[in-house]
């Protein structure tokens, strides 16, 4: 089971940031990010413990389902430990996350706690 926490609020950096703190040490985890990054890139330099697959913007739930599913299961299939969903806002949460509740993700992800990212 792949733990998964959804990442939202505040800039791309922001977020990135959120995202290196938060990575547990020797295990294997990735995250889809939502959009390209707004400054260094974060994120690249933490390979091959993270996997880091970039979707455009937009969110999940409404305009980008078909994206976040199809990436969503590609990664799921390499099993990670811990999965980053990193959104601009968390606006829609609710509906994401009763996304991925359903059946399909059910017996394959535990939905951890957010990281919230407010700007400062």
């Not at 976040?68 to 590609?74: M, S």
Request: glycine fraction near 8%; charge should be neutral; proline fraction near 8%.
């Amino acid at each position: 089971m792949t733990l998964l926490s959804l990442v939202f609020g505040g800039s791309g950096d922001q977020r990135e940031r959120a995202i290196a703190a938060a990575l547990p040490d020797g295990v294997n985890c990735a995250a889809i990010i939502e959009g390209l990054p707004t400054g260094v890139d974060l994120l690249s330099p933490l390979a091959p413990r993270l996997e880091v697959v970039r979707i455009a913007p937009g969110c999940p739930c409404c305009s980008g389902n078909l994206t976040v599913r199809v990436t969503l299961n590609r990664l799921l299939r390499r099993t990670p430990s811990h999965l980053f969903l990193s959104l601009a806002d968390g606006a829609h949460r609710d509906q994401i996350l009763l996304f991925l509740q359903t059946p399909q993700y059910r017996d394959r992800l535990e939905i951890g706690p957010d990281i919230r990212c407010d700007e400062v």
